[in-house]
C-alpha cells in the first residue's frame, strides 16, 4: 500500500505520541506543521481540506481511528489514534528510510 509523504508524517507523528509521556490521541492540528508557515497563512482552508482526506483514507485503510462528530452531511475529525497496524506500518517505513553502511 502507497502513501503519501503527508501520510507518512501523520503515522510518523502518531507513533511518537506513544514515547513516554504516553499520550496515545493526537489532535487534527498537530499534523499542520507539515506546511510551512507562509504557504499555511495563505491556504488555510486547503490545507484543512487535505489533512482532513489524508485522515480519512488512513481511517479507511484501518492505520488509524477517528474520533469526532458526524453529521448528516460530513465527517468532522477531532482527534486520531494509531491502531496496531499502522505501528507496523510506520516502523516498515521508518527502517526502509535507515541507510545501511557499506561493509568491507
Known amino acids: 500500500m502507497r502513501l ?4 507518512q508524517f501523520i503515522l510518523e507523528k502518531c507513533y511518537g505520541r506513544d514515547a513516554p509521556p504516553r499520550r496515545d490521541v493526537s489532535t487534527k492540528a498537530d499534523f ?3 506546511y ?3 504557504y499555511l497563512a495563505k491556504n488555510k482552508k486547503i490545507v484543512q481540506d487535505v ?3 489524508s ?3 488512513l481511517t479507511a485503510k484501518d492505520l488509524i481511528v477517528s474520533f469526532g462528530k458526524k453529521t ?3 465527517w468532522s475529525i477531532t ?3 494509531l491502531t496496531p497496524r499502522g505501528r507496523k506500518k510506520i516502523r516498515q517505513i521508518i527502517k526502509s528510510r535507515q541507510k ?3 561493509i568491507k
Do not use: D, G, M
Open 100 to 102: 545501511k553502511l557499506p
Open 4 to 7: 503519501s509523504k503527508l501520510q
Open 72 to 74: 448528516a452531511k460530513n
Open 55 to 57: 485522515l480519512e483514507s
Open 79 to 81: 482527534r486520531v489514534k
Open 36 to 38: 510551512t508557515r507562509q
Open 51 to 53: 489533512v482532513h482526506k
Open 32 to 34: 499542520y506543521n507539515f
